[in-house]
C-alpha cells in the first residue's frame, strides 16, 4: 500500500485554490463545490472546504504536517509560500538542515493547516540518523 490522498480542511474553497495554486505551480481541479484537488506526481493533495460542500461545519486544520520533496530551489519556494499567504512556523521557518538530514521549512497555510517543504534528495526515508541525542 501507499498513501495517495491528503485531505486540508480550508474554510474558504477559492482562496484555498489560489493558495495552492501558488505554493504548488499546479492548477489542479475542481471535483465538487467544496473540493479543489492538486496532482503532485500521482500524490494528491485535496482542498476541502466542508461549508461549501454542504457539510455543518469546518472541523479546523489538521494536526499534522504535509511533507512536500521540491527540486525547486528551497529559497524560491519559501518566498513564494509566503507571497501566497503562508505563515512560517516560529521555531522551524527558516530554511535549515534537520538533525535527520533534511533541508527544510515549516509553515502553516492559511487555514492554520502545517506543512513542510523538503528540498529534493535530503528526504529522510527512514533508519539510523545522528542527531544531538545521539540516536
Not at 492548477?27 to 484537488?37: A, D, F, L, P
Not at 500524490?43 to 504536517?65: K, Q, S, Y
Not at 516560529?90 to 502545517?114: C, K, L, Q, V
Amino acid at each position: 500500500m501507499r498513501p495517495f490522498r491528503v485531505i486540508l480542511p480550508v474554510a474558504d474553497i477559492e482562496l484555498a485554490t489560489a493558495f495552492y495554486e501558488r505554493l504548488l505551480a499546479v492548477r489542479g481541479e475542481r471535483v465538487t463545490s467544496g473540493r479543489h484537488y492538486f496532482d503532485c506526481d500521482g500524490f494528491l493533495i485535496a482542498c476541502w472546504d466542508p461549508l461549501a460542500d454542504g457539510d455543518p461545519a469546518f472541523p479546523g486544520p489538521n494536526p499534522g504536517h504535509v511533507y512536500l520533496s521540491t527540486t525547486e530551489s528551497l529559497e524560491d519556494v519559501r518566498q513564494r509560500a509566503i507571497d501566497a499567504g503562508a505563515v512560517p512556523d516560529p521555531t522551524r521557518g527558516a530554511i535549515a538542515r534537520r538533525p535527520w538530514g533534511e533541508r527544510s521549512f515549516y509553515a502553516r497555510d492559511p487555514w492554520g493547516n502545517p506543512f513542510s517543504i523538503v528540498e529534493s534528495g535530503t528526504e529522510y526515508r527512514g533508519g539510523a540518523f545522528d542527531s544531538p541525542s545521539g540516536r
